[in-house]
């Protein structure tokens, strides 16, 4: 097995044995730490965005060990674990405290759009693809 | 290609190698095997260095003298009148131009030769010269033919040569006239060779030396430029040559080129397989011209093909929403004919850049370093065939003609509408689930580019529309939303995935638009616009149709995440990524430097409520023939 895979079985089995939990972190201090890192870059201001963590839309985010698991699993543990998607933070780049402050802040996102159906230019471009 | 100075006529040498002046252009600039001098005498004056510029030289080059003495006062029939004679018999729409003081014979020719003077070609004023020929560039793409960029020796080529790199790489016809003066006091402004500095990617360049051969040198650079592979052309103009007495030399004829096309054998063999198919398809690339997508229409609809299409990547590709366009009813394809782009069955792609073997490998050197970018032809068809698509079609669609019966029409009729279900169907599910992922963030402030394109849509979808701005970093969104049916509907990415190309192409599609009651979007990024946004009063100045909505993230986000990575890897932490990739302290007024140009303009715009009522304004002031700029705060991506 990989590396990759004994990391994704660990996550797998973290996140299915422990509940959905709140954060710890100070939500004020997560926002300008959530900037700061430039986490906004491929998350999005709000949550949206390349990746999606608002609703916390991410297996990851279901409580804040998970999240501080999946922060130090490559970085930490495994740091030649090559990424193609999210970078590593290791603890001494990244403390924990700093890290649970991020996720207090990523679970403010709320995403509640409304449905297709009340945003009239995106109905229109269904209702005229159905009548071409 | 045959370079101009291989067959042994050197480059122009008149008399003037034998002043002082002369001599310092000869010293500054290095050899090449195309400037050889000719003999001892040449050689002996390219060792000599320059005499000072005189006083009457300098004088003109501070800009407090009076105007340089006319050469000669009896000239009654400018050389450079014949030279827009020219380019007005080919239908060139326009010349692209920042002034330079080694043309002003051709552009006085052009702003007052004739009973139209100043149009076709229309003197279009440009802030640098890498807008220039990027103007070129996007006319090209969205109308499938060159207009010209005119820029001023060697240092208006040097500033031009980014955007003809992009140029050669995105295989858009586009001439670039360069002016030359030897005679000036500036001999850092000319060179033996100029057209040497680019010529690792252009396609041809000519120096000539006689007006008769300067005329016939813009009739080749015109059929060098759509012949495929359709590049970019230099010819360098000598000041005197635009000024001499032209006397009662003629226009030569002009001869259009010979586009290679498959033989008739070929057409008959590929027009048997798609009648035979069961199931024909068609992959259609990018063609030269509008001519190839009605070609490929008439195609398709002859044979019944599904066709897949790139119209949602460039310009000049199949019409996205035509009925047979899509998966078709069946994906087990039986014969697929790729046209400019690979094929299973056969393919009808090129010529292409890859062969140009005489240009960007010897060029200016780095190909000696690594070679540059030359896609390697994709040969997994069983029949590939090097031709040019567009030309070739009517062959095919004759033998096709020839080879149907009265059973096979049925047969195809009926195939055409279970296939036109069934890309309607497919187009339905598609939409059904973008338009969910894209209301995603609909409500956050900075705004949502997936809104903002869905907006906009909405304002221009029953408009006769071209979006001249490459989409990668504001996500694709029009892929999905937009409807590409027409040529120049997304003229696509920049192809040397450069920044500093956007606003200029955006301005040349406009240069196009504007006579063809067309608008051009420009959805452009912060980046690319710091490069050269004087196309903003370029397009003020000539009214141009455009409108562009700053996708404003506030810096080069590509950059961003890059290094981000990169710390992350090295662990060193990701908190100073802003430094050297975004634009803070200050912030950008993008509305306030439109404004500061001339342009309408408004933003920045950071609440998503208040977008459509700008975009609005916008769409109403481009149909009214005025640009206008937006700055909308937008997420990164």
């Known amino acids: 097995m990989t590396k990759l895979t004994l990391f994704t079985g660990a996550i797998a089995l973290v996140t299915a044995s422990i509940a959905i939990g709140q954060g710890t972190g100070d939500v004020?201090?997560?926002?300008?730490?959530?900037?700061?890192?430039?986490?906004?870059?491929?998350?999005?201001?709000?949550?949206?965005?390349?990746?999606?963590?608002?609703?916390?839309?991410?297996?990851?985010?279901?409580?804040?060990?998970?999240?501080?698991?999946?922060?130090?699993?490559?970085?930490?543990?495994?740091?030649?674990?090559?990424?193609?998607?999210?970078?590593?933070?290791?603890?001494?780049?990244?403390?924990?405290?700093?890290?649970?402050?991020?996720?207090?802040?990523?679970l403010t996102f709320v995403d509640d759009p409304p449905e297709v159906g009340d945003i009239p230019v995106l109905q229109a471009i269904l209702d005229d693809a159905e009548t071409e | 290609m045959k370079k101009p100075h291989d067959d042994g006529t050197k480059i122009s040498r008149r008399q003037f190698l034998g002043t002082s002046a002369a001599a310092g252009a000869a010293s500054i600039v290095p050899r090449t095997a195309g400037a050889e001098p000719q003999d001892a005498a040449v050689a002996q004056v390219v060792q000599t260095k320059a005499s000072p510029p005189s006083p009457e030289q300098m004088a003109r080059e501070v800009g407090a003298a009076t105007p340089p003495p006319v050469a000669s006062p009896a000239v009654k029939r400018p050389g450079s009148d014949l030279m827009v004679q020219v380019l007005r018999d080919l239908r060139v729409e326009f010349v692209v131009s920042n002034p330079g003081s080694t043309f002003e014979g051709l552009q006085e020719s052009i702003v007052n030769y004739g009973d139209t003077p100043n149009v076709m070609p229309e003197f279009i004023t440009a802030l640098h010269e890498e807008s220039a020929v990027d103007m070129c560039h996007g006319y090209a793409r969205s109308e499938g033919k060159p207009i010209c960029a005119l820029v001023s020796g060697t240092i208006g080529l040097q500033h031009a040569s980014m955007a003809i790199y992009q140029a050669f790489l995105g295989e858009s016809p586009v001439i670039v006239l360069i002016g030359r003066e030897d005679f000036g006091p500036r001999q850092q402004h000319t060179a033996d060779d100029i057209a040497g500095m680019v010529r690792a990617y252009t396609k041809w360049d000519a120096q000539p030396r006689t007006l008769a051969e300067a005329l016939d040198a813009l009739q080749e650079a015109y059929r060098q430029a759509t012949t495929p592979p359709c590049a970019p052309v230099v010819v360098v103009?000598?000041?005197?040559?635009?000024?001499?007495?032209?006397?009662?030399?003629k226009v030569p004829a002009y001869r259009p080129p010979s586009i290679p096309t498959i033989s008739r054998a070929d057409a008959t063999k590929i027009a048997d397989g798609l009648v035979r198919a069961r199931n024909p398809r068609l992959n259609v690339g990018r063609f030269r011209t509008p001519e190839g997508i009605d070609r490929a229409i008439e195609l398709a609809e002859l044979v019944g093909a599904s066709v897949d299409t790139r119209a949602t990547s460039g310009p000049m590709s199949f019409p996205q929403t035509h009925a047979l366009c899509g998966p078709g009813n069946d994906t087990a394809y039986d014969y697929v004919l790729g046209l400019e782009q690979p094929g299973a069955q056969a393919s009808i792609t090129g010529p292409h850049l890859r062969t140009l073997d005489d240009r960007d490998i010897i060029g200016i050197g780095f190909g000696d370093i690594r070679p540059p970018v030359r896609p390697e032809r994709n040969r997994s068809g069983e029949y590939d065939l090097v031709a040019d698509a567009e030309a070739s079609l009517p062959l095919v669609i004759e033998a096709a003609e020839r080879k149907l019966n009265e059973r096979d029409r049925k047969s195809i009729a009926s195939r055409k509408t279970t296939h036109?279900?069934?890309?309607?169907?497919?187009?339905?599910?598609?939409?059904?689930?973008?338009?969910?992922?894209?209301?995603a963030g609909w409500n956050g402030s900075p705004v949502s580019l997936a809104r903002l394109y869905a907006e906009l849509w909405s304002l221009i979808k029953d408009k006769d529309w071209c979006l001249a701005s490459g989409t990668i970093f504001s996500g694709f969104h029009n892929v999905q939303l937009w409807e590409h049916d027409r040529p120049y509907s997304y003229l696509g990415m920049y192809p040397a995935a450069a920044l500093g190309y956007c606003l200029g192409s955006s301005a040349g599609a406009a240069l196009a638009a504007r006579a063809r009651d067309r608008i051009v979007i420009n959805i452009q990024g912060d980046g690319d616009f710091?490069?050269?946004?004087?196309?903003?009063?370029?397009?003020v100045h000539h009214q141009l149709p455009m409108l562009t909505i700053m996708h404003n993230n506030r810096g080069y986000h590509m950059e961003l995440m890059y290094l981000q990575h990169l710390a992350g890897v090295r662990g060193r932490g990701t908190d100073r990524m802003h430094i050297g990739t975004t634009f803070r302290d200050p912030y950008i007024d993008y509305a306030k430097i439109a404004a500061g140009y001339g342009m309408k303009s408004e933003g920045p715009v950071s609440d998503p409520d208040a977008l459509y009522a700008a975009l609005e304004r916008g769409v109403s002031t481009v149909l009214g023939g005025e640009p206008y700029l937006i700055d909308v705060l937008t997420q990164p991506r």
């Open chain 2, 530 to 539: 710091n490069y050269a946004p004087g196309s903003i009063w370029t397009a």
């Open chain 2, 237 to 249: 103009l000598d000041a005197e040559i635009q000024k001499q007495e032209a006397g009662d030399l």
């Open chain 1, 28 to 106: 004020v201090r997560g926002k300008k730490a959530y900037y700061d890192q430039a986490c906004y870059a491929c998350h999005g201001y709000q949550g949206i965005g390349r990746r999606n963590v608002a609703n916390r839309a991410s297996g990851v985010l279901v409580n804040e060990q998970v999240f501080l698991l999946y922060l130090r699993a490559r970085a930490d543990q495994n740091p030649d674990l090559s990424t193609q998607t999210m970078p590593h933070y290791p603890a001494s780049s990244l403390p924990d405290d700093v890290a649970r402050d991020i996720y207090a802040y990523i």
């Open chain 2, 420 to 439: 036109r279900q069934a890309n309607h169907d497919a187009r339905v599910a598609m939409l059904r689930k973008a338009v969910e992922e894209k209301r």
